[in-house]
């Protein structure tokens, strides 16, 4: 019996069902894997998001991706993104703050808070600078906050409580301007731009706050002393003053009426020529003068040379 080569048909019937069942798992293999894995390639970027990727097998980045925007990624490459607009770092010791206030000595040894905030955003064009410096996006952690703690103790470290308190706004101008210059001079820190760097407040310790506080009320007490006693000088300067003026013009009318008793006196003398005329006038000038009435006896006699009227009280 001789071979042929020929396949008999009913093995041929046989071959052709199982090559097609192979090409439609390799076909439903390949539809799950593009199912499973193009949710992972598939990237969207809402507004306000920038995003850089990075592909561990080469080692790569691509990007920087400004949303709003989709774009595509190999499944096996990772996405770091972050926000470019403006956060707001708030350390204080108010509650929900992003980090605890800061303490700091001052040139007299005194422990201080002081509560600080700034505000800062990220320049998109370059996150990918930002990102291969911190993969974590911990810069905050890792620079910004730092930097700001030590600025801070730098500066109060250079004043006493008291010049603290009595300058906080030239405290205050000095942090903003060696925050901003540390920040700058960073390398790493290119993509961050700094916004508003605010004092939000200094808080003392309660000794210190209490003697401050009594010092001022000592200060406050010795300025109205002061206040009282110069009122007090004023109104007695014023008061001898016044004397004064009264003196003078009391001694000014004396001495107009004695010119004018002068002047009668020598007019009845030349139109008289009687001395006892001129003693009359003199005596009656002088009763005006007096609150209470005087009779006046002449020359030894009971008859009265000039009789002066009594008031309805006396009769």
Known sequence: MEWSPEVPERVRGRRLPSVLTKLIVIVVVLAIVVAVSLPMCVCWLSPGEVAVTYDPVFRSYGGPYVGPTMFLKAPWQGLIKDFYTIDYIDMTSEVGADYPPITALTKDGVEITVDESFTYSIDPERFLDLVKNYPRIDYEEQVLVPIMRQVVRDIVSDYTVEQVISNREEVASKIEVAYRSRIEADPTLSAIKLHAVMLRGIRLPSRIKDAIEAKIAAYQQKIAAEYERERILTLANASAMEKIIMAEG???????????????????????GDPEVLRIYVLMEQLQRMEKPVIIIGGGGLTPLIQIPQS???D
């Open 250 to 272: 009391e001694a000014e009318a004396i001495k107009l009426r004695a010119e004018a008793i002068r002047s009668a006196l020598m007019s009845i003398y030349n139109a008289t």
């Open 312 to 314: 309805e009280s006396e």
